[in-house]
Protein backbone atom coordinates (compact mmCIF):
# COMPACT_ATOMS: atom_id res chain seq x y z
CA UNK A 1 0.00 0.00 0.00
CA UNK A 2 1.39 3.64 -0.69
CA UNK A 3 1.47 5.02 2.13
CA UNK A 4 0.10 8.71 2.57
CA UNK A 5 3.00 9.76 4.94
CA UNK A 6 5.94 9.17 2.56
CA UNK A 7 7.32 6.31 4.96
CA UNK A 8 7.91 3.11 3.86
CA UNK A 9 6.14 -0.07 4.53
CA UNK A 10 6.18 -1.48 8.31
CA UNK A 11 8.22 -4.60 7.48
CA UNK A 12 11.02 -1.88 6.12
CA UNK A 13 10.70 -0.28 9.41
CA UNK A 14 10.73 -3.03 11.39
CA UNK A 15 14.21 -4.38 9.30
CA UNK A 16 16.32 -0.91 9.05
CA UNK A 17 16.18 -0.90 13.20
CA UNK A 18 16.26 -4.20 13.77
CA UNK A 19 12.97 -4.10 15.94
CA UNK A 20 12.57 -8.31 16.23
CA UNK A 21 9.31 -9.06 18.25
CA UNK A 22 10.00 -9.47 22.22
CA UNK A 23 7.54 -11.61 24.37
CA UNK A 24 8.41 -9.97 27.50
CA UNK A 25 7.20 -6.47 26.04
CA UNK A 26 3.63 -7.94 24.84
CA UNK A 27 5.25 -6.83 20.87
CA UNK A 28 2.43 -8.13 18.41
CA UNK A 29 2.79 -5.65 15.88
CA UNK A 30 0.44 -4.44 13.29
CA UNK A 31 1.89 -4.14 9.62
CA UNK A 32 -0.83 -3.81 8.01
CA UNK A 33 -1.76 0.23 7.54
CA UNK A 34 -5.62 -0.74 6.22
CA UNK A 35 -5.91 -2.36 9.54
CA UNK A 36 -4.58 0.68 11.62
CA UNK A 37 -6.75 2.91 9.46
CA UNK A 38 -9.62 1.10 10.68
CA UNK A 39 -9.08 0.64 14.16
CA UNK A 40 -7.90 5.04 14.14
CA UNK A 41 -11.41 5.50 12.57
CA UNK A 42 -13.60 3.14 15.09
CA UNK A 43 -12.05 5.81 17.50
CA UNK A 44 -14.06 8.45 15.74
CA UNK A 45 -13.38 11.76 14.46
CA UNK A 46 -10.01 13.17 15.77
CA UNK A 47 -9.66 15.76 14.35
CA UNK A 48 -9.95 18.44 17.06
CA UNK A 49 -8.77 15.54 19.29
CA UNK A 50 -5.10 14.90 21.28
CA UNK A 51 -4.88 11.12 21.76
CA UNK A 52 -2.70 9.24 24.00
CA UNK A 53 -1.89 6.15 22.14
CA UNK A 54 0.31 3.63 24.67
CA UNK A 55 3.03 1.05 22.98
CA UNK A 56 3.51 2.69 19.35
CA UNK A 57 5.57 -0.39 18.72
CA UNK A 58 7.09 0.57 15.25
CA UNK A 59 4.57 2.85 14.36
CA UNK A 60 1.55 1.10 12.85
CA UNK A 61 -1.17 2.64 14.34
CA UNK A 62 0.47 6.19 15.18
CA UNK A 63 0.58 6.47 11.63
CA UNK A 64 -2.86 5.70 10.80
CA UNK A 65 -4.05 7.93 13.81
CA UNK A 66 -2.29 11.07 12.17
CA UNK A 67 -3.62 10.45 8.79
CA UNK A 68 -7.04 10.25 10.45
CA UNK A 69 -5.95 13.87 11.35
CA UNK A 70 -5.68 13.39 14.95
CA UNK A 71 -4.74 17.33 16.61
CA UNK A 72 -1.69 15.95 18.73
CA UNK A 73 -0.92 12.40 19.44
CA UNK A 74 1.49 11.44 22.72
CA UNK A 75 3.02 8.14 22.29
CA UNK A 76 4.33 6.25 24.87
CA UNK A 77 6.35 3.14 24.77
CA UNK A 78 8.73 1.61 26.94
CA UNK A 79 11.19 0.00 24.21
CA UNK A 80 13.63 2.36 23.25
CA UNK A 81 15.17 0.41 20.08
CA UNK A 82 11.11 1.94 18.53
CA UNK A 83 12.12 5.62 19.12
CA UNK A 84 14.03 5.94 15.41
CA UNK A 85 11.61 4.67 14.04
CA UNK A 86 9.15 6.75 15.38
CA UNK A 87 11.01 9.88 15.07
CA UNK A 88 10.87 9.42 11.49
CA UNK A 89 7.17 9.75 11.91
CA UNK A 90 7.49 12.28 14.08
CA UNK A 91 9.28 14.69 10.82
CA UNK A 92 6.80 13.45 8.37
CA UNK A 93 3.96 15.20 10.68
CA UNK A 94 5.96 18.08 12.03
CA UNK A 95 4.53 19.48 15.27
CA UNK A 96 2.29 16.56 15.89
CA UNK A 97 3.73 13.58 17.56
CA UNK A 98 5.67 13.61 20.53
CA UNK A 99 6.81 9.77 22.35
CA UNK A 100 8.26 9.52 25.49
CA UNK A 101 9.90 6.70 26.38
CA UNK A 102 8.77 5.03 29.55
CA UNK A 103 6.04 3.16 31.48
CA UNK A 104 2.86 3.71 30.79
CA UNK A 105 1.83 2.43 34.30
CA UNK A 106 4.29 5.29 35.46
CA UNK A 107 3.99 8.44 33.02
CA UNK A 108 1.34 10.98 33.86
CA UNK A 109 -0.10 11.47 30.51
CA UNK A 110 -2.60 13.89 31.10
CA UNK A 111 -0.37 16.47 31.89
CA UNK A 112 0.86 16.61 28.53
CA UNK A 113 -2.37 16.18 26.89
CA UNK A 114 -5.00 18.99 26.02
CA UNK A 115 -8.92 17.89 26.08
CA UNK A 116 -10.67 16.80 24.53
CA UNK A 117 -8.51 13.90 24.60
CA UNK A 118 -8.93 9.71 23.51
CA UNK A 119 -7.15 7.12 23.76
CA UNK A 120 -6.24 4.60 21.31
CA UNK A 121 -4.13 1.68 21.65
CA UNK A 122 -3.31 -2.03 20.68
CA UNK A 123 -2.57 -2.19 24.40
CA UNK A 124 0.39 -4.55 25.11
CA UNK A 125 -1.41 -7.86 26.72
CA UNK A 126 0.17 -8.04 30.15
CA UNK A 127 -0.43 -4.18 31.00
CA UNK A 128 -3.64 -3.84 29.47
CA UNK A 129 -6.05 -4.36 32.40
CA UNK A 130 -4.49 -2.94 34.61
CA UNK A 131 -4.45 0.42 32.27
CA UNK A 132 -8.40 0.00 31.90
CA UNK A 133 -8.98 -0.51 35.32
CA UNK A 134 -7.01 2.99 36.15
CA UNK A 135 -8.75 4.72 33.38
CA UNK A 136 -12.28 3.85 34.57
CA UNK A 137 -11.10 4.64 38.54
CA UNK A 138 -10.15 7.97 38.41
CA UNK A 139 -10.65 10.20 41.48
CA UNK A 140 -13.70 12.33 39.69
CA UNK A 141 -15.59 11.84 37.00
CA UNK A 142 -16.05 12.81 34.00
CA UNK A 143 -11.99 11.55 33.42
CA UNK A 144 -9.81 13.34 31.37
CA UNK A 145 -10.56 11.23 28.24
CA UNK A 146 -13.39 11.50 25.76
CA UNK A 147 -13.15 7.62 24.69
CA UNK A 148 -11.29 4.73 24.87
CA UNK A 149 -10.52 2.67 22.00
CA UNK A 150 -8.32 0.12 23.13
CA UNK A 151 -7.53 -3.94 21.40
CA UNK A 152 -7.22 -6.56 24.16
CA UNK A 153 -7.31 -10.13 24.30
CA UNK A 154 -11.27 -11.60 23.05
CA UNK A 155 -11.55 -12.36 26.25
CA UNK A 156 -11.13 -9.91 28.35
CA UNK A 157 -12.84 -7.82 26.17
CA UNK A 158 -16.21 -9.89 26.28
CA UNK A 159 -15.71 -9.16 30.06
CA UNK A 160 -16.23 -5.72 29.34
CA UNK A 161 -18.99 -5.81 27.25
CA UNK A 162 -20.67 -8.92 29.14
CA UNK A 163 -24.63 -8.95 30.53
CA UNK A 164 -25.87 -10.45 33.57
CA UNK A 165 -26.43 -14.31 33.71
CA UNK A 166 -23.33 -14.98 31.12
CA UNK A 167 -20.27 -16.83 32.82
CA UNK A 168 -17.97 -13.51 31.54
CA UNK A 169 -20.18 -10.77 33.40
CA UNK A 170 -18.32 -9.71 36.85
CA UNK A 171 -16.81 -6.84 38.28
CA UNK A 172 -15.15 -5.39 35.15
CA UNK A 173 -18.35 -5.52 33.42
CA UNK A 174 -19.59 -3.54 35.99
CA UNK A 175 -17.03 -0.95 36.13
CA UNK A 176 -16.83 -0.26 32.21
CA UNK A 177 -20.84 -0.06 32.25
CA UNK A 178 -21.44 2.01 34.81
CA UNK A 179 -20.21 4.91 33.92
CA UNK A 180 -19.42 4.11 30.22
CA UNK A 181 -20.88 2.82 27.03
CA UNK A 182 -18.63 -0.01 26.00
CA UNK A 183 -18.84 -2.19 22.89
CA UNK A 184 -16.79 -4.08 20.88
CA UNK A 185 -16.13 -3.17 17.36
CA UNK A 186 -13.64 -5.47 15.79
CA UNK A 187 -12.46 -9.02 16.52
CA UNK A 188 -9.02 -9.84 15.18
CA UNK A 189 -7.59 -13.54 14.28
CA UNK A 190 -4.06 -14.06 15.35
CA UNK A 191 -2.52 -13.92 11.99
CA UNK A 192 -3.67 -10.10 11.90
CA UNK A 193 -0.41 -9.78 14.04
CA UNK A 194 3.39 -10.09 13.69
CA UNK A 195 3.81 -12.76 15.14
CA UNK A 196 0.27 -13.90 15.85
CA UNK A 197 -0.96 -14.66 19.61
CA UNK A 198 -2.20 -17.62 20.48
CA UNK A 199 -5.31 -15.76 21.35
CA UNK A 200 -8.17 -14.09 18.97
CA UNK A 201 -8.14 -10.62 19.52
CA UNK A 202 -10.98 -7.42 19.83
CA UNK A 203 -11.23 -3.91 19.94
CA UNK A 204 -13.44 -2.49 22.31
CA UNK A 205 -14.52 1.17 22.06
CA UNK A 206 -15.81 2.87 25.34
CA UNK A 207 -17.04 6.12 25.70
CA UNK A 208 -17.29 8.42 28.86
CA UNK A 209 -21.11 9.45 30.17
CA UNK A 210 -21.21 12.45 31.39
CA UNK A 211 -22.03 10.95 34.81
CA UNK A 212 -22.71 7.47 35.66
CA UNK A 213 -25.60 5.60 34.89
CA UNK A 214 -27.39 5.08 37.93
CA UNK A 215 -25.88 7.16 41.42
CA UNK A 216 -23.59 5.19 43.49
CA UNK A 217 -20.59 6.20 45.87
CA UNK A 218 -17.96 4.47 43.96
CA UNK A 219 -16.03 3.37 46.88
CA UNK A 220 -19.72 1.09 48.00
CA UNK A 221 -20.31 -0.01 45.16
CA UNK A 222 -16.64 -1.46 44.37
CA UNK A 223 -16.70 -2.97 47.96
CA UNK A 224 -20.38 -4.63 47.17
CA UNK A 225 -19.56 -5.84 43.23
CA UNK A 226 -15.67 -7.56 44.76
CA UNK A 227 -17.60 -9.09 47.74
CA UNK A 228 -20.28 -10.71 45.72
CA UNK A 229 -18.30 -11.81 42.22
CA UNK A 230 -15.03 -13.08 45.00
CA UNK A 231 -17.21 -15.59 45.98
CA UNK A 232 -19.27 -16.03 42.73
CA UNK A 233 -21.05 -19.11 43.48
CA UNK A 234 -22.08 -17.74 46.69
CA UNK A 235 -25.60 -16.56 47.41
CA UNK A 236 -25.28 -12.88 47.98
CA UNK A 237 -26.71 -12.93 51.53
CA UNK A 238 -23.51 -15.01 52.50
CA UNK A 239 -20.95 -13.19 50.16
CA UNK A 240 -22.06 -9.92 51.06
CA UNK A 241 -22.45 -10.83 54.89
CA UNK A 242 -19.61 -8.63 55.66
CA UNK A 243 -20.11 -5.39 53.78
CA UNK A 244 -22.94 -3.87 56.49
CA UNK A 245 -25.26 -4.98 59.46
CA UNK A 246 -28.71 -5.91 58.45
CA UNK A 247 -27.62 -7.13 54.90
CA UNK A 248 -30.23 -9.78 54.17
CA UNK A 249 -33.23 -7.13 54.58
CA UNK A 250 -30.95 -4.37 52.12
CA UNK A 251 -30.87 -6.58 49.75
CA UNK A 252 -34.60 -7.21 49.48
CA UNK A 253 -35.04 -3.45 50.20
CA UNK A 254 -32.78 -2.96 46.88
CA UNK A 255 -35.19 -5.49 44.89
CA UNK A 256 -32.50 -8.05 45.05
CA UNK A 257 -33.76 -11.86 46.43
CA UNK A 258 -30.93 -12.40 48.78
CA UNK A 259 -30.62 -16.17 47.40
CA UNK A 260 -29.59 -14.68 44.35
CA UNK A 261 -25.78 -14.92 43.20
CA UNK A 262 -23.54 -12.04 41.98
CA UNK A 263 -23.88 -12.58 38.25
CA UNK A 264 -27.46 -12.89 37.92
CA UNK A 265 -27.75 -9.36 39.32
CA UNK A 266 -27.73 -6.27 36.52
CA UNK A 267 -26.05 -2.71 37.49
CA UNK A 268 -28.63 -0.80 38.21
CA UNK A 269 -30.07 -3.13 41.32
CA UNK A 270 -25.97 -2.94 43.03
CA UNK A 271 -26.12 0.71 42.24
CA UNK A 272 -29.37 0.49 44.30
CA UNK A 273 -27.74 -1.97 46.75
CA UNK A 274 -25.08 0.81 46.99
CA UNK A 275 -27.52 3.34 47.73
CA UNK A 276 -28.91 1.63 50.28
CA UNK A 277 -25.59 0.42 52.34
CA UNK A 278 -24.72 4.38 52.23
CA UNK A 279 -27.89 5.17 54.13
CA UNK A 280 -26.65 2.67 56.49
N1 LIG B 1 0.97 -0.32 18.54
C1 LIG B 1 1.87 -1.28 17.91
C2 LIG B 1 1.14 -2.04 16.84
O1 LIG B 1 -0.11 -1.97 16.85
O2 LIG B 1 1.77 -2.70 16.02
C3 LIG B 1 2.51 -2.23 18.93
C4 LIG B 1 1.55 -3.00 19.77
S1 LIG B 1 2.30 -4.22 20.81
C5 LIG B 1 0.89 -5.26 21.12
C6 LIG B 1 2.46 -3.43 22.41
C7 LIG B 1 3.53 -2.31 22.51
O3 LIG B 1 3.53 -1.80 23.86
C8 LIG B 1 4.94 -2.72 22.24
O4 LIG B 1 5.55 -1.81 21.36
C9 LIG B 1 5.65 -2.72 23.61
O5 LIG B 1 7.02 -2.41 23.54
C10 LIG B 1 4.87 -1.62 24.31
N2 LIG B 1 4.85 -1.74 25.78
C11 LIG B 1 4.86 -2.87 26.55
N3 LIG B 1 4.73 -2.57 27.86
C12 LIG B 1 4.65 -1.21 27.94
C13 LIG B 1 4.51 -0.29 29.00
N4 LIG B 1 4.43 -0.71 30.26
N5 LIG B 1 4.44 1.03 28.72
C14 LIG B 1 4.52 1.47 27.43
N6 LIG B 1 4.66 0.64 26.37
C15 LIG B 1 4.73 -0.68 26.61
Known amino acids: MAAIDGLPPLREVIATHGIAAKKALGQNFLLDLNLTAKIARAAGDLGQCDVLEVGPGPGGLTRALLAEG ?40 PAHLAPPIRVV ?20 WP ?97 LKGIAPGMEAKLEAAGIAPTARAEEIPLEAFCALARIVAAG
Open 143 to 239: PFWQSLTLMFQKEVADRIVATPGSKAYGRLALLAQWRCDARIVMTLPPEAFTPPPKIHSAVVHLTALPEPRYPADAKILNRIVAAGFNQRRKMLRAS
Open 121 to 140: ANLPYNVGTELLVRWLTPPS
Open 70 to 109: ARHVLAVEKDARCLPALAEIAAAWPGRLDVINGDALEVDA
